[in-house]
């Protein structure tokens, strides 16, 4: 807590970039973090009785997937942690996703 | 109670306020047409009637007619074909195929679409119109049927951005609406009290603020479900499906859609004899209970063709079923579910539910008033609170200027889709292509709503010429069907004809109403004049 104190007041650039890096996290890369998880969960869900519930419930989830992303971005006071968790997001699904392809490719 | 800290609760509240500014303005145009668009086979039944009414279920009877007009179509042009009803009832039968094109040096080229499209009378079957060329001219006589519910669906659904820019666009102003409900969720501290608070003695901006919170209270839980809904319809088939064929098929499509839709069956392109449409139908409304209102069909005249048939969901049912029948000897094949899967599953059931959720159809003209009422009431509270927002910073320059901006959209919006009936009318009446009258129409609305909003002595006169310009144009909405040769009263009403009457009454009520608020004044008026900068310190503080 001292810590953001001390950045914001002492360095005036820094608020700015701060609120510049957490609307590209909240922005763009929530969004395309959201997109992956869709694609991705496809892969672990459970296909259920007709072989599609897992291709249907991603593509419906994906609003409020995104909408949580966003709110979460936005809200935890500790911007690099929120960078953490939207990046492993990301990567986790975006490594599924690319372990398919190129075992499907091979 | 939610409780918060009041640091958390201000970055919700900015989170609330800030993403309802940046694209509120859109925002509030989506939900406005999509208001209107509940009743768009209203609309259609209104602005294009036949003499004699008809329903959106299939008629009876029209097995010799398609036999005779499929005769007609060249065998190329028939690997799809679909029955289905438009604007009046009118009963539209359309073959595609594709087209292969040559180049100069006489190489084939791509392949385009190309059809014949039928619009025929279901009272007397008989043709009222037929139009043969490449997909574009289709999609144009389509549109011309249904030309008015089609212009304000589309501006709901993709602003009339081309896709899939469009649906990317609504899709994300869908997102934008859930966080603004979310966020508004939680900033209300006194949820149960807020739903019944308005303090009728205090300054106008503290009224105005009380009834943007009433309205967006009452309605939040609708406003989350249509939003989440309209993100799923706009992501769902420009971004989801994509990305499942590529990811889950390698990008294989036909699997993916032999997979989603079924296998079809083995090709055999040998001549055959075609259905009996009637049997079909009467089958398939004995296995359902309800009429279908929609046939797709492949390979029209083949040994290989196949039926699907669609009926609307019966009482007791949340989604409709769709039986499939060969297309050469009328025999029931298989029940399939409507969407998605070759048998019932809950991604399926899921699926079905986002239509009757977002369209609010599922109970007929009852639940499309309630939706409509919600919808309207979403508007007020997207409205409202770009007018608080703007109102609280009504000091600075740059804030009076979108002061304007808002009302420019705010009150030019409703006046310029009241204007659009005139260019329906007016091209029917003068044989101009509709669709470029109804922009005509709209436009110059905007583009005058856009003068007033900058030369206006105040934000105050913008509303006030606005509203009271909608509600003489909606008054003028009736006469001028009348005088493009739409029925009358008397007329549509001994003809049955009662969606033409009521149409009418509403929208004189309409512009009753805009009269009304222009007379006397109401809700939001105060917050625009001066007075509001007074008042904003204290309600921000």
Known sequence: ?106 | MIKLSQERTKELLAIHGWSGILLGLLLYAVICTGTIAVFSTEIGNWSNPLDEPATDSLPANITPLVHELGADVDPAHRETFFLYTSGGGRLMLQFEGHLESEDEDGHPGAEEHYGVLYEIDPNTLTVLNRTEGPEALLDAARRTTDALADFFVDLHVRLHIPNPWGLFVTGVLGLIMMVAAMTGFVVHRHLIRELFTIRRNKEALLRSRDAHVIAGTWTLPFAFVLAFTGSFFSFATSLGLPAMAMVVFGGDQERAIAEVFGEPPATDDTPAQVADFDAVIADAQARTGARPNFVAGRFYGRADSQLVVFTPAVEGSLTGRSPVYSGVTGEFLYDKPILVGQQPSAGNTVAALMGPLHFGNFSGVISKAVWFALGFAGAYVALTGMLLWTNRRAEQRAWQRMSRLVHWVGYGLPLAMALTPYGTFAGRWFGWAIEAAQWTAFGLAALAALAIAMVARSVAQVRAILVATTGFTLLGVPLTRLLAGGPGWVEAWSGGLTTVVAGDIVIIAGGIICLGLWRYGAGTSAVETGRASAAAREATA
């Open chain 1, 1 to 106: 807590m001292t810590t953001t104190t001390v950045d914001t007041s002492t360095a005036p650039g820094k608020p700015r970039l701060r609120a510049w890096m957490r609307g590209v996290l909240a922005g763009p890369l929530a969004f395309i973090a959201s997109w992956i998880l869709m694609a991705g969960a496809a892969l672990y869900l459970p296909k259920g009785a007709a072989g599609i519930d897992n291709m249907v419930f991603p593509v419906v989830l994906f609003p409020l997937i995104w909408a949580l992303l966003f709110l979460y971005s936005l809200l935890d006071r500790r911007l690099l942690r929120a960078y953490g968790v939207v990046m492993l997001l990301l990567a986790v699904h975006g490594g599924l996703i690319a372990r398919h392809l190129a075992g499907a490719g091979a």
